[in-house]
């Protein structure tokens, strides 16, 4: 099949590109830095310079139609810095723009389109949620509010057709993960509060994994929650990760203190809790994560990051 992929360069993207291409497809990743063509070539890809923020810097590089559009590029959250509301707008505005191009391209072409998503749901003691739960955004994640109406439109009137997968925290060789990574080896990681919320993971590989699924599929009008099979409190996972690292234990940092630091915004995001099921996208796309619990996925994230970087980390 032919690919128009979209932040192909990213985290989820360096480990689904080189899949794509050992399966055979053929992918055309767009990409913002010209420095990264020269890479996604070498993996079998074919680079266009261009930004999906205005489709009139690579209308004319894109010189086949594609079978399918998928979506993965996001708004650049920079990790450790307070989110004001001015930027929680932009960020807002900017992924309603992401989302829109990506919309009107697959339109344009008439074919199907992939799309991100992020977990929003709140459960509480054994109940776990699917994807018939209502959506509830908070903090950070009010920036999806708008590209959930339009997800909803489009699968309603099928105008275009749309796929959407909506993930937990990923994990991976690189993103935020590295700059957790990093804190964790100076010893200044820390939990926010008890730290026995619960939130969905998933390796950066499953959710490539899972794309690649949906493309086979293509069950358009649907949407699957791609998280793996364990819940896991911040608490543990971090606790986890440090012993793997051989780091003393993460601290906390009480609730109030971190509140005032990085705004409630960052605060309600990474105080979620919900307990997922991922039941429909094992039985609909036949997809099984190769990491099913954190542990697996953590062992395998260090040991890598400690032998090389990402690929595309330039």
């Given at each position: ?43 079998g890809g074919y680079g266009i310079q ?194 793997l690292m051989n780091k003393k234990q ?65």
């Amino acid at each position: 099949m032919k690919i128009f992929l979209i932040g192909g360069t990213g985290l989820v993207g360096s480990y689904l590109l080189p899949k794509l291409v050992e399966g055979s497809h053929k992918v055309f990743v767009l990409t913002r830095d010209d420095k990264k063509i020269e890479r996604i070539e070498k993996l079998g890809g074919y680079g266009i310079q261009g930004d999906i923020r205005d489709l009139r810097s690579f209308k004319h590089e894109l010189s086949e139609k594609p079978d399918v559009i998928v979506l993965v590029a996001m708004p650049d959250i920079k990790p450790g810095q307070r989110i004001t509301k001015a930027r929680k707008e932009e960020l807002r505005a900017e992924t309603n723009i992401f989302f829109r191009n990506s919309i009107n391209l697959a339109v344009r072409f008439n074919v199907p389109v992939i799309l991100p998503g992020g977990i929003s749901y709140e459960t509480e003691n054994d109940e776990t949620a699917d994807e018939t739960w209502p959506i509830l955004r908070s903090g950070l994640t009010e920036i999806g509010t708008d590209t959930d109406q339009m997800v909803a439109e489009a699968m309603v009137t099928s105008y275009p057709k749309v796929i959407q997968l909506i993930y937990g925290k990923i994990y991976g060789n690189g993103g935020f993960f590295r700059f957790m990574y990093n804190m964790m080896e100076k010893g200044k990681s820390k939990i926010i509060g008890e730290g026995d919320n619960f939130i969905p993971n998933i390796h950066a590989g499953d959710a490539a994994s899972a794309i690649i699924k949906t493309i086979e599929k293509l069950p358009t009008g649907e949407k699957f929650i791609i998280a793996d099979d364990t819940p896991v409190t911040q608490k543990d996972f971090s606790g986890y990760m440090a012993t793997l690292m051989n780091k003393k234990q993460p601290g906390h940092v009480p609730d109030l203190i971190f509140r005032l630091a990085f705004g409630k915004d960052f605060y309600d995001v990474s105080r979620m809790n919900c307990k997922v099921s991922n039941a429909k996208a094992k039985k609909t796309l036949d997809w099984r994560p190769q990491y099913p619990s954190y542990r697996e996925g953590l062992v395998a994230t260090i040991s890598e990051m400690r032998t090389n970087k990402n690929y595309f980390d330039l």
